[in-house]
């Protein structure tokens, strides 16, 4: 690899890439850039933020390359590392995933339930497109995706890519070990030791240690039995209300296995009735995201482009942005640091699924990834991962062979759902909505 390195992000209209570039910028004494592409497929909202960014770079990195694109062959030319961070069908399609199950019953989630499933079935091609456009002009680089369900996505990579250079993340562990750090007076994750667990969204911490050893579960359980999460201070991320419950119902989440530390989209699995309850179908998370953070990424990008600069702009660095130029600065510069990945379980938990892909820790370097097994799992968190394991993989199944049974399948094999009624009525209605998205089932 040049020891200068391009970088394109796919899904350059995302709210994300401005804190990503920022991220990139404060990071170049430790992971020099000489070029920064943006890639989308909706030119419109990608010039937005990209028209932005072009004024920042000039101003602060001239030296840097920059452009933005909507053709595949110029953005993933000559690249090192693609990060990705797509929403096939965007906000709009969000609002349907959320909202449509309600209608039957449901909680309606981004990346749990019905709308996680909608949602995978929406992401899978668009994903694949971006590895295969990857391969074509950039063949050694590496992918690092964030785009959602990473638990779907990870295992139709699995399933349809498997010898592609691709890892899949997530920010919300690292946005609780910030939590956690928060909580025993260190400051960054990486001043933690760490051992976890799971599928993506669906996991637990079994050892939090510090550097020099020092068991730091004790203080973190006894926080997290009263608060959840809600008072140790994040990364910047998650701050609006609702996110305030989720980290607050994490205390009840812990009860059902005081030995580990949850991941707080357990919630979800755990206490439906608790989320439903606490659901205003007019107004779910995806109006909350329009309001805040779209709103507020969008117009400080408008402000700078009609104003010809940035000079009195300052990008808020959180952990999202923090997490994957770390990540890709480990396989650059070979850091060997610790981050958890969602890969091939393949023995790492040897009482699970050896096909399944599961998030556990491993150590990052020039070769890609080590993982770091995690022994055996207890019997309520292996029958949990077993069934939403089989959800996912019937999904990425359905997608694969157009299979309109598989689906069904998949829905009434999810714990979200009460009943194989409930499911086809949910099926039919995803399906009407998602048309323009979804292969046809038969
Ligand atoms: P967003 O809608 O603002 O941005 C997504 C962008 O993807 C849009 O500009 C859209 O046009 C583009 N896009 C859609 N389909 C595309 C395709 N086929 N090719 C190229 N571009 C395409 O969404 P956001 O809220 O900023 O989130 C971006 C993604 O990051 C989502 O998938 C979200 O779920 C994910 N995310 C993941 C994590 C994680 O923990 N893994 C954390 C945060 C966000
Ligand atoms: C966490 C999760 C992501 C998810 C995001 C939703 O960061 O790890 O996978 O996409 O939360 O956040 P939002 O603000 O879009 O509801
Ligand atoms: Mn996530």
Same mark, same amino acid.
């Given at each position: 690899?040049?020891?200068?390195?391009?970088?394109?992000?796919?899904g350059g209209?995302?709210?994300?890439?401005p804190? %990503?570039i920022?991220?990139?910028?404060?990071? *170049?004494?430790?992971f020099?850039?000489?070029?920064?592409?943006?890639?989308? /497929? @909706?030119?419109?909202?990608?010039?937005?933020?990209?028209g932005?960014?072009?004024?920042?770079?000039?101003?602060?990195?001239?030296? %840097?390359?920059?452009?933005?694109?909507?053709?595949?062959?110029?953005?993933?030319?000559?690249?090192?590392?693609?990060?990705?961070?797509?929403?096939?069908?965007?906000?709009?399609?969000?609002?349907?995933?959320e909202?449509?199950?309600?209608?039957?019953?449901?909680?309606?989630?981004?990346?749990?339930g019905?709308?996680? %499933?909608?949602?995978?079935?929406?992401?899978?091609?668009?994903?694949?497109?971006?590895?295969?456009?990857?391969?074509?002009?950039?063949?050694?680089a590496?992918?690092? #995706?964030?785009?959602n369900?990473?638990?779907?996505?990870?295992?139709?990579?699995?399933?349809?890519?498997?010898?592609?250079?691709?890892? #899949?993340?997530?920010?919300?562990?690292?946005?609780?070990?910030?939590?956690?750090?928060?909580?025993?007076?260190?400051?960054?994750?990486?001043?933690?030791?760490?051992?976890?667990?799971?599928?993506?969204?669906?996991?637990?911490?079994?050892?939090i240690?510090?550097?020099?050893?020092?068991? *730091?579960?004790p203080?973190?359980?006894?926080?997290?039995?009263?608060?959840?999460?809600?008072?140790?201070?994040?990364?910047?991320?998650?701050?609006?209300?609702?996110?305030?419950?989720?980290?607050?119902?994490?205390?009840?989440v812990?009860?059902?296995?005081?030995?580990?530390?949850? #991941?707080?989209?357990l919630?979800?699995?755990?206490?439906?009735d608790f989320? *439903?309850?606490?659901?205003?179908?007019?107004?779910?998370r995806?109006?909350?995201?329009?309001?805040?953070?779209?709103?507020?990424?969008f117009?400080?990008?408008?402000?700078?482009?009609?104003?010809?600069?940035?000079?009195?702009?300052e990008?808020?660095?959180?952990?999202?942005?923090?997490?994957?130029?770390?990540?890709?600065?480990?396989?650059?510069? /070979?850091?060997?640091?610790?981050?958890?990945?969602?890969?091939?379980?393949?023995?790492?938990?040897?009482?699970? @699924?050896?096909?399944?892909?599961?998030?556990?820790?491993?150590?990052?370097?020039? @070769?890609?990834?080590?993982?770091? /097994?995690?022994?055996? %799992?207890?019997?309520?968190?292996?029958?949990l991962?077993?069934?939403?394991?089989?959800?996912?993989k019937?999904?990425?199944?359905?997608?694969?062979?157009?299979?309109?049974?598989?689906l069904?399948?998949?829905?009434?094999?999810?714990?979200?759902?009460?009943?194989?009624?409930?499911?086809?009525?949910?099926?039919?209605?995803?399906i009407?909505? #998602?048309?323009e998205?979804?292969?046809? *089932? /038969?």
């Amino acid at each position: 690899m040049a020891n200068k390195y391009s970088i394109v992000i796919a899904g350059g209209g995302s709210t994300f890439t401005p804190g %990503i570039i920022g991220m990139l910028l404060d990071n *170049l004494d430790k992971f020099p850039i000489r070029s920064i592409k943006l890639y989308d /497929n @909706d030119e419109d909202r990608q010039a937005k933020i990209g028209g932005a960014m072009e004024i920042i770079l000039k101003e602060r990195h001239p030296e %840097i390359d920059f452009l933005y694109t909507t053709d595949p062959k110029e953005g993933f030319t000559d690249v090192d590392f693609v990060l990705a961070q797509l929403r096939v069908g965007k906000y709009e399609m969000r609002d349907k995933d959320e909202k449509i199950p309600l209608k039957h019953g449901v909680f309606g989630q981004e990346t749990t339930g019905p709308g996680g %499933i909608a949602y995978g079935m929406r992401s899978i091609g668009g994903v694949l497109e971006i590895i295969d456009y990857m391969e074509k002009y950039s063949p050694d680089a590496w992918m690092l #995706n964030y785009s959602n369900p990473a638990a779907i996505v990870a295992e139709a990579t699995r399933r349809l890519r498997p010898d592609s250079k691709v890892i #899949n993340i997530c920010d919300m562990p690292i946005d609780l070990m910030y939590k956690m750090a928060d909580m025993v007076g260190l400051k960054e994750w990486q001043e933690l030791d760490f051992s976890y667990y799971g599928l993506n969204h669906f996991g637990w911490f079994t050892a939090i240690n510090d550097k020099e050893g020092n068991d *730091l579960l004790p203080q973190i359980k006894e926080h997290v039995s009263k608060t959840g999460f809600a008072d140790g201070i994040g990364s910047g991320q998650h701050v609006e209300e609702s996110w305030m419950e989720t980290f607050t119902k994490a205390k009840d989440v812990y009860a059902l296995d005081p030995e580990t530390i949850p #991941n707080t989209y357990l919630k979800y699995y755990f206490y439906p009735d608790f989320v *439903l309850e606490h659901t205003d179908p007019e107004h779910t998370r995806v109006d909350e995201v329009r309001e805040h953070r779209e709103k507020d990424v969008f117009s400080m990008c408008q402000k700078i482009i009609e104003a010809g600069t940035a000079k009195d702009i300052e990008i808020e660095l959180d952990a999202h942005a923090t997490y994957i130029v770390d990540l890709a600065r480990a396989l650059a510069e /070979n850091t060997k640091e610790r981050f958890l990945l969602i890969v091939p379980n393949d023995g790492a938990v040897p009482n699970f @699924d050896p096909t399944a892909m599961v998030e556990i820790p491993c150590l990052v370097g020039k @070769d890609g990834f080590e993982k770091i /097994n995690q022994g055996y %799992i207890p019997q309520f968190q292996k029958g949990l991962m077993e069934q939403q394991v089989s959800v996912e993989k019937l999904v990425v199944e359905a997608w694969i062979e157009h299979s309109y049974l598989k689906l069904w399948q998949a829905l009434t094999l999810s714990s979200t759902v009460p009943s194989a009624k409930v499911a086809k009525a949910i099926l039919d209605d995803l399906i009407e909505a #998602n048309k323009e998205y979804w292969p046809e *089932l /038969n």
